[in-house]
C-alpha cells in the first residue's frame, strides 16, 4: 500500500509564504508525475500545480504563476511546494497526488489522472 503524507501547513498572514512537503512511503511504486489540488471550505477540489518527471515541465493554475513553485525529487517520490506571497483565498486545505501512469494530454490538470492521494494539509491566510 502506497501513503502520501504531507506536511508544512499552517497560519500565515496575506503577504506571507509556506512550504508544504509530500513524501510517498510503502509499497515501492514509480511515479510519472505528482501534484497538488487544494480543496476550499464549499469548493470543489482544483488543481494548484504538477511536475511530470519524465518531461520536467511544470504546470500551475494561472491564479498561482508566479508565486507558487513546484519541485522534488522524482527517486523518492517527493514533491515540493513553495508558496509565497499568499493571500487568503489560497486558504484550503492542500493535498497531493501522484500518477504511476505518464500523463495524456492535459491530466496532470485533472484529479482523475492520479492514482494516489495524502490526507491533507490545512493553509489558513489570514488578511
Known amino acids: 500500500q502506497v501513503q502520501l503524507r504531507e506536511s508544512g501547513g499552517g497560519l500565515v498572514q496575506a503577504g506571507g509564504s509556506l512550504r508544504l512537503s509530500c513524501a510517498a512511503s510503502g509499497r515501492t511504486f514509480r511515479s510519472y508525475a505528482m501534484g497538488w489540488f487544494r480543496q476550499a471550505p464549499g469548493k470543489e477540489r482544483e488543481f494548484v500545480a504538477a511536475?511530470?518527471?519524465?518531461?520536467?515541465?511544470?504546470y500551475y493554475k494561472d491564479s498561482v504563476k508566479g508565486r507558487f513553485t513546484i519541485s522534488g525529487d522524482n527517486a523518492k517520490n517527493t514533491v515540493y511546494l513553495q508558496m509565497n506571497s499568499l493571500k487568503a483565498e489560497d486558504t484550503a486545505v492542500y493535498y497531493c497526488?501522484?500518477?504511476?501512469?505518464?500523463?495524456?494530454?492535459?491530466?496532470?490538470?485533472?484529479?482523475?489522472?492520479?492514482?494516489?492521494w495524502g490526507q491533507g494539509a490545512q493553509v489558513t491566510v489570514s488578511s
Open positions: 511536475i511530470s518527471w519524465s518531461s520536467g515541465n511544470t
Open positions: 497526488a501522484a500518477d504511476r501512469t505518464p500523463l495524456k494530454g492535459l491530466g496532470a490538470y485533472l484529479s482523475e489522472e492520479y492514482d494516489y
